[in-house]
């Protein structure tokens, strides 16, 4: 059985998210709510969510000295980021001018304000039901149709400054990077457990990821 880790660091939906892995389990993993770098380190598939301001996800990820621990998880297993988890990955946060991990070359910067579509103005943050257009074929977008809602809550979006690191897009009004991925590392702006019937199946589709990906 293999051993599938859900960071804490005090910043996320944690058990909204060990429920959605559970809730698709089958018995194949053993999922696990950890704080400690060493069980991070040993598992072998990790999970990183975030929720709430980018300077306090990484101050909080630092005082846990998970920083590392998470980092080097993205060099050699499957891995999965969802919300301000795959915002840390990225250089730079307009957020608080927040230095992330680095793991991708790229900035998350905010929606900008006075924005509009046919219907009117727009809110930000941007929040609720939005389509996901596929970009490239991904093992976690498997029986997942293009264009599916998921569900977002985000004032901030990914800038990768490489293209290719782009899986999916979505709509805000402009179309923006909302799915990230390179080799095991695969990584959402929406939040996957919160998105009913098309979440749980990336969340299931997760599990099964031996974090490879065909060209």
């Given amino acids: 059985m293999i051993n599938v880790a859900v960071i804490d660091y005090g910043m996320g939906n944690l058990h909204s998210v060990v429920k959605s892995l559970e809730a698709v389990n089958e018995g194949r993993a053993r999922i696990m709510l950890t704080s400690d770098p060493e069980a991070v380190l040993k598992a072998d598939k990790v999970v990183f969510p975030g929720q709430?301001?980018?300077?306090?996800?990484?101050?909080e990820?630092?005082?846990?000295?998970?920083?590392?621990a998470v980092l080097a998880s993205t060099r050699d297993k499957p891995f999965f980021g969802?919300?301000?988890g795959a915002q840390l990955l990225f250089e730079q946060s307009e957020e608080g001018n927040t230095p992330g991990l680095g793991l991708f070359k790229g900035r998350v910067r905010r929606f900008a304000d006075g924005l509009s579509d046919a219907h009117g103005r727009l809110k930000v943050p941007h929040m609720g039901w939005n389509r996901v257009f596929?970009?490239?074929s991904h093992?976690?977008?498997?029986?997942?149709?293009?264009?599916?809602?998921f569900y977002f809550v985000h004032s901030y979006y990914f800038d990768p400054a490489?293209?290719?690191?782009?899986?999916?897009?979505?709509?805000?009004?402009?179309?923006?990077?909302?799915v990230v991925g390179r080799e095991n590392v695969f990584a959402t702006q929406f939040h996957t457990e919160k998105s009913h019937t098309a979440g749980l199946r990336m969340m299931k589709n997760f599990l099964a990821w031996d974090g490879t990906v065909q060209p």
């Fill in 52 to 59: 709430g301001a980018m300077p306090d996800c990484m101050r």
């Fill in 134 to 136: 596929q970009t490239r």
């Fill in 61 to 68: 990820l630092n005082a846990h000295g998970l920083a590392e």
């Fill in 82 to 84: 969802i919300c301000v």
């Fill in 139 to 149: 093992p976690l977008f498997a029986g997942i149709e293009d264009g599916e809602r």
């Fill in 162 to 178: 490489e293209a290719v690191l782009t899986v999916g897009e979505s709509e805000y009004p402009r179309r923006f990077s909302c």
